[in-house]
Antibody
């Protein structure tokens, strides 16, 4: 059974940093790209970032480029999102998802999602 | 960036009725790379449809997707009580690699 479990969310001040983790199980982790998607309170879904199975390719939304870094540790079956220079508008539930891609240079759709972790940026 | 516009914003129907949800793209979606998700309050989204018309694993056949180019439709043939939720479309055919979601359609019990 595929499982994705996020952790690391919490309250952080504007300008601060936070690192999210997503522990994966039930599938061959290196065979899949992985993605972070966020959802602000009461709002819709927003793609944040995707990383290839090897970790060699990364893609970012313009809204987080230069501030967030996606990475993965394939020996630990874990996905990460390092978030720096956080802003109030980054407040959201952050979901990790397994990406199913049609080419090696695409983001794909997301067939499994974690339960999400809440990040609140506030003073 | 491809912008997806979903309509209606809210759809009020009764169990047993047919639901039709629309997703229009600002430019053609490559190779029908369009997905639909269902999200219930406090839960993560669930994949329903990918490739515009292929049902995901375990999705009942009352859910169907259609369309191509810029216009796509999600149809729920006969609503069950558990189908009342928010539905999102997503296009994943962008180059350079990125993806966008529609703003969602809320399906509520009439």
């Amino acid at each position: 059974e595929v499982q994705l479990l996020e952790s690391g969310g919490g309250l952080v001040q504007p300008g601060g940093s936070l690192r999210l983790s997503c522990a994966a199980s039930g599938f061959t982790f290196t065979s899949y790209a992985m993605t972070w998607v966020r959802q602000a309170p009461g709002k819709g879904l927003e793609w944040v970032s995707t990383i290839s199975g090897s970790g060699g390719s990364t893609y970012y939304a313009d809204s987080v480029k230069g501030r967030f870094t996606i990475s993965r540790d394939n020996s630990k079956n874990t996905l990460y999102l390092q978030m720096n220079s956080l802003r109030a508008e980054d407040t959201a539930v952050y979901y990790c998802g397994r990406s199913v891609r049609y080419t090696s240079s695409s983001v794909g759709y997301f067939d499994y999602w974690g339960q999400g972790t809440l990040v609140t940026v506030s003073s | 960036e491809i912008v997806l516009t979903q309509s209606p914003g809210t759809l009020s129907l009764s169990p047993g009725e047919r639901a039709t949800l629309f997703c229009r793209a600002s430019q053609s979606v490559s190779s029908s790379y369009l997905a639909w998700y269902q999200q219930k309050p406090g839960q993560a989204p669930r994949l329903l449809i990918y490739g515009a018309s292929s049902r995901a694993t375990g999705i009942p056949d009352r859910f169907s997707g259609s369309g191509s180019g810029t216009d796509f439709t999600l149809t729920i043939s006969r609503l069950e009580p558990e189908d009342f939720a928010v539905y999102y479309c997503q296009q994943y055919g962008s180059s350079p690699p990125s993806t966008t979601f529609g703003q969602g359609t809320r399906l509520e019990i009439k």
